[in-house]
Each structure stands twice: as structure tokens, then as C-alpha cells.
Nanobody, 121 residues
Framework: VQLQASGGGLAQPGGSLRLSCAAS????????MAWFRQAPGKEREFAAT????????YYADSVKGRFTISRDNAKNTVYLQMNSLKPEDTAVYYC???????????????WGQGTQVTVSS
């Protein structure tokens, strides 16, 4: 599956952004989808994941309660709604596709190109 992430940009602290990740192919609903992020000078880290049906979602503690992952299988798209943004949310955000609901990036075989999110006043 090929992935194309979009929706990044500049937001003020406390603001919101919504990321989208469009997938190719006809079997999108069979994939677990996830968002990871990589801040400058840091390793890439897990942010959120969602099961193929959308019934199961899991979040990193750092984003829980502020970010919401969702998917529209009819549109082959996964979203990450980010609210109450903080400067420490600044990172390149990557979407990924895999077969198992996991926080480890090793479980995800397909990756999008990344979209930059900058939170600054």
C-alpha cells in the first residue's frame, strides 16, 4: 500500500490541525493504520494507531486526550485530529500501515513521506 500524508503546517499553541493520509489499493480496511512523529534531534515515536474496522484506537500518553485518530474506509483515508497543540508537538508526522495493532514501528511495513507540524506563537 502506498501512503500520502498531508495537512501539516503552522499552528499556535492551543490551536488545532488535522492530518490526512490517503492510501492506494482496494484492501485499506484490512490494514492497521498508525501515526508516528519525529521531533528535531529525536527518534521517531508512536503517536496513535487504529484497527482496520476503526473500533480500536490507542494513543501515546503524550497525546491522549488531545489527539484523535479516525479512518474512513470508503475514502481509503486515515486522519489525526490534533487539538490543544503544544510546542512539543512540533515534529514531522508519518502515517504507516501494518497488520497488527502495535506501538512498535517495526510492525508497520508501509510509510508515508511525512508532513511537518510546527507549533509556535
Amino acid at each position: 500500500v502506498q501512503l500520502q500524508a498531508s495537512g501539516g503546517g503552522l499552528a499556535q499553541p492551543g490551536g488545532s490541525l488535522r492530518l490526512s493520509c490517503a492510501a492506494s489499493g482496494r484492501t485499506f480496511s484490512s490494514y492497521v493504520m498508525a501515526w508516528f512523529r519525529q521531533a528535531p534531534g529525536k527518534e521517531r515515536e508512536f503517536a496513535a494507531t487504529i484497527s482496520g474496522s476503526g473500533s480500536g484506537t490507542y494513543y501515546a500518553d503524550s497525546v491522549k486526550g488531545r489527539f484523535t485518530i479516525s479512518r474512513d474506509n470508503a475514502k481509503n483515508t486515515v486522519y489525526l485530529q490534533m487539538n490543544s497543540l503544544k510546542p512539543e508537538d512540533t515534529a514531522v508526522y508519518y502515517c504507516a500501515a501494518g497488520r497488527i495493532v502495535q506501538r512498535s514501528q517495526d510492525s508497520y511495513a508501509s510509510w508515508g513521506q511525512g508532513t511537518q507540524v510546527t507549533v509556535s506563537s
